[in-house]
């Protein structure tokens, strides 16, 4: 082919997220060339923007916290949270292996956990966040994988999966920064695209019930779900598609021309989410995506308006790279968005913000008024709702905001399915010889381990398990190191 760049390799990986960076190490670490294409200009993925938090078991830092936490109680955990569709089997692997095969890996490449925190459906405190968040827990995993050998080749999409026979032999795609299309053989191809959440008819084909409704795309730029075309198109099996992760605290990007981008913003202390009623309708401090997502979507209209006032704004951070500065918030774009978006009100008066926002004017200062009264009396929690007040305070520093929130598909937690060695799995659950996946195309590992709902952290540390597992096996099936073997926790 002219003007094609031939390139030969024993792992290919398609992706340089959480899932192809972990999985680059295993495979290097077994002695195999690896290169990892990513479409990017830069490796990192959806990871490196995320919170960096993994649910991780038996820890030193739980320890040092004297926190006692088992494998079994984690799993329990797991199982009631997620319900019938996770994978049991995945979960106890996953979970089994956070202290040896994640915890203590990464920091062996590099990485500090530093802190946790509480998050819902956990009986105790396990999130656990590395130094700098995603961005890095990810800087230090690029460097090792390529301190060990590891090529990342960035600016390239990949576009197509060669096969011969039922085999998968190699790659297509094309660099965007030089032009040139490149020719990849590869002795085993993994694929760790990602997910497709910031792709919206992705979203609404695989949840048609939404369709109508103002879904955001909220997912890292690259998860567009190039991946599952892909895979789909060599007959892996798809599986729990209708399983997405959403979040409320998310409102319209303005800047993005399609108007279909949400920005999601966090750690705002005691803003209060009200209806086009002007009434509030939850516990704004439970805002994961299992109690928060489904009771914002039982309003009508399906939105609702996050009322915060100035002193509250000072720790808002907005979760997307235009906002920050590394793993910094950038006070002055903040203050730019809540300043400039068509979707957020602003008024010198909590009277003057209602009728910014059309809501009911009365319903509103009342609901207000009793909740200024809660923190006035110095309640642990609000009444209505039981939120607790510990971080709250009244409403009274003008000016105020109201922003406006809509559901945000966030999360993939259905993917394409494949066995424990993260073999790609086709309808008949036969193994695609060749073909390996990890991370969010694989609903983070297996298809489905989450089930229904996460317990935080359980996105980014499969992700980068599954990888660490694909990595292993991918490697094997290339002639290098015995497969992923591990270490439980038991
Ligand atoms: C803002 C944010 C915060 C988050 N915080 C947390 C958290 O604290 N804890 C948690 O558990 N989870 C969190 N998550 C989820 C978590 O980050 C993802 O589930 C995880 O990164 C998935 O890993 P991955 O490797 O599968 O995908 P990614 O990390 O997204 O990597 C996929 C990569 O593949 C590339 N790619 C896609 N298609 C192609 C192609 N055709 N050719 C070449 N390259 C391609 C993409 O550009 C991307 O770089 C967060 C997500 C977001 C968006």
């Given at each position: ?5 031939k ?14 960076i ?21 490796p ?34 797991w ?92 790659l ?10 490149i ?79 949400g ?19 939850h ?44 793993d ?44 200024n ?17 510990g ?50 195309i ?19 540390g ?24 591990g270490?439980?926790?038991?």
């Amino acid at each position: 082919m002219a003007g094609t760049e031939k390139i030969e390799t024993d792992v290919a990986i398609i992706g340089a997220g959480a899932a192809g960076i972990a999985a680059g190490i295993e495979a290097r670490d077994a002695g195999a060339r690896v290169i990892a294409f990513e479409q990017s200009a830069a490796p990192g993925g959806s990871a490196i923007t995320s919170g960096g938090g993994c649910m991780l078991v038996g820890t030193p830092l739980q320890e040092k916290a004297g926190i006692r936490d088992t494998p079994d109680l984690a799993f329990k955990d797991w199982m009631e949270w997620g319900g019938p569709t996770a994978d049991a089997q995945w979960a106890r692997y996953y979970i089994e292996h956070t202290l040896h095969d994640l915890y203590h890996w990464a920091e062996r490449n590099g990485v500090t956990w530093v802190d946790m925190k509480p998050q819902e459906g956990n009986s105790v405190v396990r999130w656990t966040r590395a130094e700098q968040s995603g961005y890095g827990l990810m800087n230090k995993l690029i460097e090792s994988f390529g301190k060990k050998g590891g090529t990342i080749v960035a600016n390239t999409t990949i576009s197509g999966i060669k096969r011969k026979g039922n085999r998968v032999i190699g790659l297509t795609g094309t660099n965007a920064a030089t032009g040139k299309k490149i020719d990849v053989t590869a002795k085993t191809v993994l694929v760790a695209t990602g997910g497709f959440n910031s792709n919206l008819d992705k979203v609404i084909a695989a949840r048609p019930d939404l369709k109508g409704e103002r879904i955001l795309e909220g997912s890292g730029r690259g998860a567009t779900g190039i991946g599952h075309d892909l895979i789909g198109e060599l007959g892996g099996y798809f599986t729990h598609m209708d399983h997405i992760w959403f979040y409320v605290y998310a409102t319209p990007d303005y800047k993005d021309p399609q108007q279909r981008r949400g920005l999601v913003f966090r750690l705002v202390p005691g803003n209060i989410w009200v209806n086009q009623q002007g009434r509030r309708f939850h516990n704004e401090a439970l805002s994961g995506g299992n109690s928060a997502s489904p009771a914002l979507l039982a309003q009508t209209p399906r939105h609702a308006w996050a009322i915060m006032d100035l002193a509250m704004t000072a720790k808002m951070e907005i979760a997307d790279p235009y906002y920050r500065d590394g793993d910094r918030p950038v006070r002055e774009k903040i203050m730019e968005l809540l300043d400039n978006s068509p979707f957020i009100k602003k008024a010198d008066t909590l009277e003057k913000l209602a009728l910014e926002m059309k809501v009911d004017k009365k319903e509103f200062l009342e609901t207000v008024a009793r909740y200024n009264e809660a923190c006035e009396k110095k309640l642990p929690k609000e009444p209505e709702f039981g939120k607790p007040l510990g971080a709250s305070k009244k409403f009274d520093t003008a000016p105020y905001y109201a922003v406006q929130i809509f559901p945000l598909a966030r999360k993939n937690f259905g993917g394409v399915k494949t066995d424990i060695a993260c073999h790609v799995l086709d309808k008949h659950f036969e193994p695609i010889p060749g073909l390996f996946a990890a991370g969010e195309i694989a609903g983070m590992a297996g298809g489905h381990i989450n089930g229904k709902a996460g317990l935080e952290g359980t996105m980014l540390g499969p992700s980068l398990f599954s990888g660490r597992v694909a990595g292993g096996w991918a490697a094997h099936e290339a002639g290098f190191g015995k497969g992923f073997v591990g270490k439980p926790n038991r």
